[in-house]
Structure formats: structure tokens, C-alpha cells
């Protein structure tokens, strides 16, 4: 019997301060508030959306929503809490390898220099930056 052990990795998603959006664990870095891509390599996806002071708040909010009419939630673990910040939601992920996080809101600028658009900021759980 052949059986495939996949590989998951956590990872964290909150917000700090008033424009940074931070991503931990298998991936770690900071940005700032968005729309993100998250797909994993068999095709399940997810829209995770990252916003700040919505209605002069001062909070965070994180939403999950589906990338289309045709996909369904994935069946990832995951997790909702605090972040130790408390003025955000915390949402952790079991993530397999391989998974991509792109920003898909807002889009990637346009380096005026250049004439020629920037890529996108895209990150890939487990991959060694």
C-alpha cells in the first residue's frame, strides 16, 4: 500500500500597528493590508481579506471569502483567535507544502521609472528564502 504523508506547515495571520499585516510561521513577512490568494498545490483556494479601522474602529478585521462561485471552502485546519496584540483577529492555517500566498488586492504597482509592472507579492509555504 503506496500512501503519500503530506506535509503541512502553520501559519499565522494578524494584523499590528495600523498598516502592517504580518504573516508568521512557514512563511514570515510583513506587509500591508489586502486581498490574498491563498491556493494549495491540489487547487483548493481562498480569499483572505485584511483590513484596517474599518468604521474609524481602530481594530483589525480578517474575513475569509470564496475565490469563486465554483470553489468551496478548503479543507484546511484552522484555527481563530487573538492576536497578543488584542486589537486583531489571529488566523492560524495548517497549510501544505507548496502553498502560494499572493496579493491579489490592491494590485501590484507600476514602476514609474520603468514603465513596466512590479510582481506581484507572492510567498510559497515551505520554500527556503
Known sequence: MNTTTLITHKVQFYGHSDDCFEIEGAVSDEGEPGVFQIKDPAGQRI???????????????????????DDLMPDWEMRWGTADNKYSPLLELNLPEGTTITRVYPEAEKCEE????????SWTVGAKR
Not at 480569499?47 to 462561485?69: E, I, K
Request: hydrophobic share 30%.
Open 114 to 121: 520603468c514603465q513596466r509592472s512590479r510582481d506581484p507579492e
Open 47 to 69: 480569499n483572505l481579506v485584511a483590513s484596517y479601522g474599518q468604521h474609524d474602529s481602530g481594530m483589525w478585521m480578517l474575513g475569509l471569502q470564496v475565490a469563486d462561485d
